[in-house]
């Protein structure tokens, strides 16, 4: 059914493998329209109780955008992408009524660390590297990192991990918070399944209701999120930016102007 995506319903949870492991399972045009029938499938499947988010092969969750749609997007493009990418999956994910949960095996860089970041919660390979290395690309981020790393780990390490584009590993992970269990790679989907039996045994309608206030107590970043898809698209705008992708995909390091 899916060209990008493998699903699977076992015991009540839909488990959705974002599948481009060539390309380190980044989020391109019809991934994140396909992550977007998967979820809906979240939303009105009465045998989904949770879903769990992965990534296939052994290195990556999802590293990130794919860098190669951004080379000819401008300000609006730009913004559309991001807000398209925000609706469809990113604000999907936190507000579902249903647990949904990032099982993170590799690299969750930029797109992927911000899906992630939109799951209820993370658990995570002992091999993973979390980062937002937009500002390598002359760019920010554009599926809520700017507001969600703040609210997951606070202001001045988030203002960091943003300003450098720096990866850090699982266990500083933990020790942010951003993740909540480390495991070996080959326990990861086995822990966040038997975390999620537990949960989907208690009662769907106090499950929901918990997702509904926790997300109402994590400040809201509606108006960030708007500013978010304003500003990432404007930065397609500048001379930087088109470097950035442009050194990415002919593989050495961009020179920026400031311009
Ligand atoms: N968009 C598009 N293609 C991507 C990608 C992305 N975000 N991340 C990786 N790829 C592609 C690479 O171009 C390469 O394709 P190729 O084999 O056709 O050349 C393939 O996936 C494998 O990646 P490669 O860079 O060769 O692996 P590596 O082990 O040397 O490096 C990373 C791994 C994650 C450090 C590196 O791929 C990377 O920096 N990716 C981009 C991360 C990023 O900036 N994400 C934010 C985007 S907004």
Redesign the pocket.
Known sequence: MYQHLLTEIAENILTITINRP???N?LNKEVITELGLALAEVYTNPEVKAAIITGAGA??FV??????E?VALDASAGAALAQRGQDLVFSTIENSPKPIVAAVNG?A????CELAMACHFRLASDNAKFGQ??V??G?I?GYGGTQRLVQLIGKGKAMELLMTGNMINAAEAQQLGLVNHVTTPEDLLSQTKALLQTIIAKAPLAISRIIDLVNTASFAPEEGLAKEVTLFGELFDTADAKEGATA??E?RKAQFSGH
């Open positions: 060539e390309k380190l980044a290195k990556a590293a990130g955008a794919d860098i190669s951004f690299f860089l930029g797109g992927g290395p937009e390598n690309l760019l981020p990415f995909l593989k």
